[in-house]
């Protein structure tokens, strides 16, 4: 029995689990302000953690060696859901991000998150790095050409993210720095015309708010003004649970997904915002650790991949709230309340514990 | 499957590249904990004062507005609970579907939605607005059964300014009504306005606006993003403005409209010892309650434009020529200026000027024969007053009349009366540029001409008569009442010196000539003495609006109504200690002893015996109903 259950569980990753479990715990304590003490909502977040943690669990138990052989083929099905999504919506006349499976909505750009440094790792990993330019090339591809789909949605926030995923994985493949000097002299050169051609106008005043939001207090710049006013008046003790008035009087605009960060660094001030903060951190390096411990590449460039991509959320969704990054549609990761996200989030860390189960001990 | 040898190369390369982003990773997350830093230590300050503003706020308490009250502590403007349907627009996303949707349950007329749009469009999207005033209970109940379906949609509860006696009051206590952009530029100047929605625009109300408004308070709220009110940190209460007493008597009041149904004009009844008024009535009238919210655009032209100017206060602002209501002043000026009351003039019923050939009338065309002063009163003789006014001139006259007041405001505590007209030569040549005839003295003789007065003035200067030269200043308010402790304040108007002739005895002389105007067999008001209890003393007045020809002759029958003669009396009573003084205009009504004098009468009548209680009716044989 006992060895049963050891081998049951044997997959989770502890210390990567005691992590997300204390990121939660202390998501659970902001939502139940954030959402004025709404405790359906706090029901239903549990639901969709638990949910998602068995997720979490049954991927943890997949071998990476089947991921791996999986990477091309789960890559093309979202793919092909990206394509649909994008015709119903060319067809409906709308922005068009989901898809209803009748019991079940989920945004296919939510897959990508994993397909893509799954996929990016696999194109990489056949050949010796660093990679030479025809396999780069191909790489490069295979993260742009979902992000082109994801950005015709048009969802340019998601669409970064999952470029920055798959950079991610480039970037630790090893390519020289002369070509990423040269990427960024691109972008440069580049910005104008994405500027002019590819950017929405409410992504242009996004954009322009960010560095002076104050410009238009009431207006484009509102949420960021709030946000910043609720962290900067939580101090260094914070106001007390339930106690923001940023928060429990509705000045945060959308206080229990996006901006929770708000509510919880005012109510919880700069010593709350460190501990979470740590245990952010916390988890990424637990999740470096795996990867620089495990023996074959792929799960090297996965596992990295992954954790820095996670720091990536965490770093746009705080660099947003506190008004350094422009406002993009991130949600705080394991805090938030929201569906899709928490899963997308739980599959990869349970392929970093599935990763992590096969680090042959020293 | 590649060789491990290819693995431990490759792992070269991501080790190294894993020290590359995690030297980034560690870059970043300082330079969000900066950030953070920045915000909840550095900037800290700032950011605490920002949030307490942005959720603590100071809504002002509205206060009460003080009543007012008749002289007998009857109500003539009060405070009453009204539902109001308020909308809030920027909650709501399609106004015309929900006005369709809420026409189903709360009745709404084209001319509430019609108007309600028209101000949707100029007032911001963030300020509530009223739907509709005056819900009854059961609309209010049907409303709030359903309220969950209106969201934006709000029932509130007003305190809201009501006229119980509407129409009796319109014209002297006024009315008050929202406060508008014009009233905004002036309004910072009366005083702190916070929350005050109404101010008084016509009548007491908008005179004693200050007095009545009260002090709003101030209460500082906790607000939610919305603009809600969470909960109250700390309050002032407002202070209810003062109660007002009026001197009116609203029974007198009623009479008096009663008495002039039918009829244009007005009857202004002061006491004159005092000179509060005891009635001030334009007839015809309007409900003041109409205009408290804003009243209907058709509604208002209808008013507006009435031929019948119901919204005209006669009383303050209707200028009439006097005609022979001022004949016994004219006569004080006369012995004034040693024409004396006992001289005798023949009235062959005509009059002309030396050297001209125009005769000015008597209204008896066979004359009255020789007249002294008392007669040429009672008979209302124009000729002895023609032959007067010549005598003395109109610099005289002029100077003379002005002593009581002619042509000057008697400023009674209501905005704007008007000052009438006592004509002199120099007002000619300003006003006409023309100089001044003989022939106009004639006409200002017998009160015609260019000589105009409003009905507040007639009644004045008839006060001033009782009271023997006394003058007084007519005015509205007693007393002012402190309406939290009860505490009652008189209302104090400076004393006017008494009006003194070279022979005292001339005010008795006058009145006495006044007295037979009632008493006298000849006296032009005689019928009046029908039954009466007391003493009076009176003047008919018929007043010319338009000019007869030479030849021509007046004949009532055949003038059209707007062409007949304004009908006038002044009058006070008892004559030893008088305690009303009363002036009464009908427009177009024709003779002065004919239609104005039964008024007076009725009014006196009333006043002395209803409401006074001085004198008791005969008892009347009962008409045995049961019979």
Same mark, same amino acid.
């Given at each position: 029995?006992?060895?049963?259950?050891?081998?049951?569980?044997?997959?989770?990753?502890?210390?990567?689990?005691?992590?997300?479990?204390?990121?939660?715990?202390?998501?659970?304590?902001?939502?139940?302000?954030?959402?004025?003490?709404?405790?359906?909502?706090?029901?239903?977040?549990?639901?969709?953690?638990?949910?998602?943690?068995?997720?979490?669990?049954?991927?943890?138990?997949?071998?990476?060696?089947?991921?791996?052989?999986?990477?091309?083929?789960?890559?093309?099905?979202?793919? /092909? #859901?990206? %394509?649909? &999504?994008?015709? *119903?919506? =060319? $067809?409906?006349?709308?922005?068009?991000?989901?898809?209803? @499976?009748?019991?079940?909505?989920?945004?296919?750009?939510?897959?990508?998150?994993?397909?893509?440094?799954?996929?990016?790792?696999?194109?990489?990993?056949?050949?010796?790095?660093?990679?030479?330019?025809?396999?780069?090339?191909?790489? /490069? #591809?295979? %993260?742009? &050409?979902?992000? *082109?789909? =994801? $950005?015709?949605?048009?969802?340019?926030?998601?669409?970064? @993210?999952?470029?920055?995923?798959?950079?991610?994985?480039?970037?630790?493949?090893?390519?020289?720095?002369?070509?990423?000097?040269?990427?960024?002299?691109?972008?440069?050169?580049?910005?104008?015309?994405?500027?002019?051609?590819?950017?929405?106008?409410?992504?242009?005043?996004?954009?322009?708010?960010?560095?002076?939001?104050?410009?238009?207090?009431?207006?484009?710049?509102?949420?960021?003004?709030?946000?910043?006013?609720?962290?900067?008046?939580?101090?260094?003790?914070?106001?007390?649970?339930?106690?923001?008035?940023?928060?429990?009087?509705?000045?945060?605009?959308?206080?229990?997904?996006?901006?929770?960060?708000?509510?919880?660094?005012?109510?919880?001030?700069?010593?709350?915002?460190?501990?979470?903060?740590?245990?952010?951190?916390?988890?990424?390096?637990?999740?470096?650790?795996?990867?620089?411990?495990?023996?074959?590449?792929?799960?090297?460039?996965?596992?990295?991949?992954?954790?820095?991509?996670?720091?990536?959320?965490?770093?746009?969704?705080?660099?947003?709230?506190?008004?350094?990054?422009?406002?993009?549609?991130?949600?705080?990761?394991?805090?938030?309340?929201?569906?899709?996200?928490?899963?997308?989030?739980?599959?990869?860390?349970?392929?970093?514990?599935?990763?992590?189960?096969?680090?042959?001990?020293? | 499957?590649?060789?491990?040898?290819?693995?431990?190369?490759?792992?070269?390369?991501?080790?190294?590249?894993?020290?590359?982003?995690?030297?980034?990773?560690?870059?970043?997350?300082?330079?969000?904990?900066?950030?953070?830093?920045?915000?909840?230590?550095?900037?800290?300050?700032?950011?605490?004062?920002?949030?307490?503003?942005?959720?603590?706020?100071?809504?002002?308490?509205?206060?009460?507005?003080?009543?007012?009250?008749?002289?007998?502590?009857?109500?003539?403007?009060?405070?009453?609970?009204?539902?109001?349907?308020?909308?809030?627009?920027?909650?709501?996303?399609?106004?015309?579907?929900?006005?369709?949707?809420?026409?189903?349950?709360?009745?709404?007329?084209?001319?509430?939605?019609?108007?309600?749009?028209?101000?949707?469009?100029?007032?911001?999207?963030?300020?509530?607005?009223?739907?509709?005033?005056?819900?009854?209970?059961?609309?209010?109940?049907?409303?709030?059964?359903?309220?969950?379906?209106?969201?934006?949609?709000?029932?509130?509860?007003?305190?809201?300014?009501?006229?119980?006696?509407?129409?009796?009051?319109?014209?002297?206590?006024?009315?008050?009504?929202?406060?508008?952009?014009?009233?905004?530029?002036?309004?910072?100047?009366?005083?702190?306005?916070?929350?005050?929605?109404?101010?008084?625009?016509?009548?007491?109300?908008?005179?004693?606006?200050?007095?009545?408004?009260?002090?709003?308070?101030?209460?500082?709220?906790?607000?939610?993003?919305?603009?809600?009110?969470?909960?109250?940190?700390?309050?002032?209460?407002?202070?209810?403005?003062?109660?007002?007493?009026?001197?009116?008597?609203?029974?007198?009041?009623?009479?008096?409209?009663?008495?002039?149904?039918?009829?244009?004009?007005?009857?202004?009844?002061?006491?004159?010892?005092?000179?509060?008024?005891?009635?001030?009535?334009?007839?015809?009238?309007?409900?003041?309650?109409?205009?408290?919210?804003?009243?209907?655009?058709?509604?208002?032209?209808?008013?507006?434009?009435?031929?019948?100017?119901?919204?005209?206060?006669?009383?303050?602002?209707?200028?009439?020529?006097?005609?022979?209501?001022?004949?016994?002043?004219?006569?004080?000026?006369?012995?004034?200026?040693?024409?004396?009351?006992?001289?005798?003039?023949?009235?062959?019923?005509?009059?002309?000027?030396?050297?001209?050939?125009?005769?000015?009338?008597?209204?008896?065309?066979?004359?009255?024969?020789?007249?002294?002063?008392?007669?040429?009163?009672?008979?209302?003789?124009?000729?002895?007053?023609?032959?007067?006014?010549?005598?003395?001139?109109?610099?005289?006259?002029?100077?003379?009349?002005?002593?009581?007041?002619?042509?000057?405001?008697?400023?009674?505590?209501?905005?704007?009366?008007?000052?009438?007209?006592?004509?002199?030569?120099?007002?000619?040549?300003?006003?006409?540029?023309?100089?001044?005839?003989?022939?106009?003295?004639?006409?200002?003789?017998?009160?015609?001409?260019?000589?105009?007065?409003?009905?507040?003035?007639?009644?004045?200067?008839?006060?001033?008569?009782?009271?023997?030269?006394?003058?007084?200043?007519?005015?509205?308010?007693?007393?002012?009442?402190?309406?939290?402790?009860?505490?009652?304040?008189?209302?104090?108007?400076?004393?006017?010196?008494?009006?003194?002739?070279?022979?005292?005895?001339?005010?008795?002389?006058?009145?006495?000539?006044?007295?037979?105007?009632?008493?006298?067999?000849?006296?032009?008001?005689?019928?009046?003495?029908?039954?009466?209890?007391?003493?009076?003393?009176?003047?008919?007045?018929?007043?010319?609006?338009?000019?007869?020809?030479?030849?021509?002759?007046?004949?009532?029958?055949?003038?059209?109504?707007?062409?007949?003669?304004?009908?006038?009396?002044?009058?006070?009573?008892?004559?030893?200690?008088?305690?009303?003084?009363?002036?009464?205009?009908?427009?177009?009504?024709?003779?002065?002893?004919?239609?104005?004098?039964?008024?007076?009468?009725?009014?006196?009548?009333?006043?002395?015996?209803?409401?006074?209680?001085?004198?008791?009716?005969?008892?009347?044989?009962?008409?045995?109903?049961?019979?």
């Amino acid at each position: 029995m006992a060895a049963d259950q050891k081998s049951m569980f044997s997959s989770l990753d502890f210390p990567l689990l005691s992590g997300i479990f204390m990121i939660c715990g202390i998501g659970m304590i902001a939502l139940y302000s954030a959402s004025g003490e709404d405790v359906d909502m706090l029901i239903k977040h549990s639901a969709r953690l638990g949910f998602a943690f068995l997720a979490m669990y049954v991927v943890s138990r997949i071998p990476t060696s089947t991921l791996s052989t999986l990477s091309l083929h789960l890559y093309c099905a979202g793919l /092909v #859901l990206l %394509v649909l &999504v994008l015709s *119903v919506g =060319i $067809i409906g006349k709308g922005a068009q991000r989901w898809i209803d @499976l009748g019991f079940v909505r989920f945004q296919p750009s939510e897959i990508m998150k994993i397909t893509v440094p799954m996929m990016t790792a696999w194109i990489l990993t056949k050949h010796p790095l660093p990679p030479r330019k025809f396999t780069l090339s191909l790489a /490069v #591809l295979a %993260v742009a &050409v979902p992000c *082109v789909l =994801i $950005i015709l949605q048009p969802d340019l926030g998601t669409s970064l @993210l999952i470029a920055a995923s798959g950079s991610v994985v480039i970037f630790l493949a090893g390519i020289s720095w002369k070509l990423i000097l040269s990427l960024g002299v691109a972008g440069v050169v580049a910005a104008p015309l994405v500027w002019n051609l590819v950017l929405h106008d409410y992504q242009k005043e996004r954009i322009i708010t960010l560095f002076d939001p104050w410009s238009d207090s009431l207006g484009a710049g509102y949420h960021t003004v709030q946000s910043i006013i609720a962290i900067g008046s939580g101090g260094v003790r914070g106001k007390g649970w339930l106690s923001g008035t940023q928060s429990q009087l509705e000045f945060i605009p959308e206080r229990s997904t996006d901006f929770i960060f708000s509510v919880y660094g005012e109510e919880f001030g700069l010593a709350g915002v460190i501990l979470l903060l740590v245990l952010y951190l916390f988890l990424v390096a637990r999740g470096m650790w795996i990867a620089l411990n495990i023996d074959d590449s792929y799960s090297k460039l996965l596992a990295g991949g992954l954790s820095i991509t996670f720091f990536i959320y965490v770093f746009v969704n705080i660099g947003m709230v506190s008004g350094i990054l422009p406002v993009v549609g991130v949600p705080l990761p394991f805090v938030s309340y929201g569906g899709t996200s928490i899963v997308t989030l739980m599959i990869g860390f349970g392929i970093l514990m599935g990763i992590s189960r096969r680090i042959k001990p020293y | 499957m590649r060789t491990l040898n290819g693995f431990e190369n490759d792992s070269g390369v991501i080790h190294l590249r894993y020290m590359q982003a995690l030297l980034v990773i560690v870059g970043l997350t300082f330079l969000l904990v900066a950030r953070v830093v920045y915000l909840q230590i550095a900037e800290h300050d700032r950011f605490e004062s920002l949030s307490q503003e942005n959720h603590i706020d100071e809504v002002s308490l509205k206060p009460v507005r003080g009543l007012i009250y008749d002289r007998h502590n009857e109500v003539l403007a009060r405070n009453v609970r009204v539902f109001n349907l308020e909308v809030l627009p920027d909650r709501i996303r399609d106004m015309s579907a929900l006005l369709n949707e809420l026409s189903h349950a709360v009745e709404l007329t084209p001319d509430e939605i019609g108007q309600f749009k028209t101000t949707l469009k100029s007032r911001p999207s963030f300020e509530r607005q009223i739907l509709k005033t005056n819900l009854d209970e059961e609309e209010a109940a049907i409303f709030s059964v359903n309220q969950h379906r209106f969201p934006g949609v709000e029932l509130n509860v007003h305190l809201q300014r009501n006229y119980p006696h509407g129409n009796l009051t319109a014209h002297v206590v006024g009315h008050v009504g929202r406060i508008s952009p014009q009233d905004r530029e002036t309004v910072s100047q009366r005083g702190d306005y916070s929350g005050i929605s109404h101010i008084g625009k016509i009548g007491i109300e908008s005179h004693y606006e200050s007095m009545l408004k009260g002090q709003p308070g101030r209460s500082q709220v906790e607000m939610n993003a919305h603009g809600r009110i969470i909960r109250h940190l700390s309050q002032t209460l407002p202070d209810t403005g003062r109660a007002l007493h009026l001197s009116l008597d609203i029974k007198l009041q009623e009479e008096s409209m009663k008495a002039l149904e039918g009829y244009e004009g007005a009857v202004v009844a002061i006491e004159p010892k005092t000179g509060e008024v005891l009635a001030m009535a334009s007839v015809p009238t309007f409900d003041p309650n109409l205009f408290v919210n804003g009243i209907s655009r058709a509604k208002f032209s209808e008013l507006n434009t009435s031929s019948r100017r119901p919204l005209f206060n006669r009383s303050i602002y209707g200028q009439y020529a006097p005609g022979s209501t001022i004949k016994g002043f004219m006569s004080l000026v006369g012995i004034e200026n040693g024409y004396s009351h006992d001289r005798r003039v023949f009235c062959p019923g005509w009059f002309s000027l030396p050297n001209n050939s125009r005769r000015y009338r008597c209204w008896k065309k066979t004359g009255h024969g020789y007249v002294d002063g008392n007669s040429a009163i009672e008979q209302s003789c124009d000729v002895y007053y023609y032959n007067l006014a010549v005598r003395i001139g109109i610099d005289r006259i002029h100077e003379g009349m002005s002593r009581f007041g002619f042509g000057q405001k008697t400023g009674i505590d209501l905005p704007n009366e008007r000052s009438g007209l006592m004509p002199s030569r120099d007002w000619k040549q300003r006003a006409r540029q023309q100089s001044w005839f003989p022939g106009d003295t004639v006409n200002v003789g017998i009160g015609q001409g260019y000589m105009l007065m409003t009905p507040l003035q007639l009644a004045s200067v008839t006060a001033t008569l009782a009271n023997r030269g006394k003058s007084v200043t007519p005015r509205l308010l007693r007393m002012t009442e402190n309406s939290v402790s009860q505490q009652l304040e008189p209302h104090i108007v400076p004393d006017k010196e008494k009006i003194e002739l070279k022979d005292g005895r001339s005010y008795d002389a006058v009145i006495e000539g006044m007295r037979r105007v009632v008493y006298g067999n000849r006296g032009t008001a005689r019928r009046l003495q029908e039954e009466i209890l007391y003493d009076m003393a009176g003047k008919t007045g018929t007043a010319q609006v338009v000019g007869i020809g030479q030849d021509e002759t007046y004949d009532e029958e055949s003038t059209p109504k707007e062409h007949r003669d304004h009908s006038l009396f002044v009058g006070f009573a008892p004559l030893q200690d008088p305690r009303i003084a009363i002036a009464v205009i009908v427009e177009h009504g024709g003779s002065g002893s004919q239609v104005a004098a039964p008024i007076a009468r009725r009014l006196i009548d009333y006043y002395l015996i209803e409401r006074l209680k001085m004198y008791a009716r005969p008892e009347t044989p009962s008409s045995g109903k049961e019979a």
